[in-house]
């Protein structure tokens, strides 16, 4: 049974920095793809960020490229988004999700919300200004 946990949300002003941390079981994590969405209110779910099995392809949507990091520690089941640069706009739930095998897709930054199979609960980042 695949169970995802997210941590780390908390409220932080604008410029600071957050990072979440999202443990996992149930799956292999070599061959599993990961991923970050987050959800504002009143607003669709959206692709933050989302990494390869292996950790060495990720994708970011271009509203957070160049503030956050996509990683992950295989060996620890986790998987990381370091927040830097934090705006309001970044305020959200955050949610990680899982894709174990089998799949098929074209490439990483054209996987969807409906792709990943497994999510977590979700944690709140509130950024003030």
């Known amino acids: 049974q695949v169970h995802l946990m997210e941590s780390g949300g908390d409220s932080v002003q604008a410029g600071g920095s957050l990072t979440l941390s999202c443990a996992a079981s149930g799956f292999t994590a070599s061959r599993t793809h990961r991923g970050w969405f987050r959800q504002a209110p009143g607003k669709k779910r959206e692709r933050v960020a989302n990494?390869?099995?292996?950790?060495?392809?990720?994708s970011y949507v271009e509203s957070v490229q160049g503030r956050f990091t996509i990683s992950r520690d295989n060996a620890k089941m986790t998987m990381y988004l370091q927040m830097n640069s934090l705006k309001p706009d970044d305020t959200a739930t955050y949610y990680c999700?899982?894709?174990?095998?089998?799949?098929?897709?074209?490439?990483?930054?054209?996987?969807?919300?409906?792709?990943?199979?497994?999510w977590g609960q979700g944690t709140q980042v509130t950024v003030s200004s």
């Open positions: 990494i390869s099995p292996s950790g060495e392809n990720k």
């Open positions: 999700a899982a894709r174990p095998p089998p799949y098929s897709y074209s490439s990483l930054s054209a996987l969807t919300e409906e792709w990943f199979l497994y």
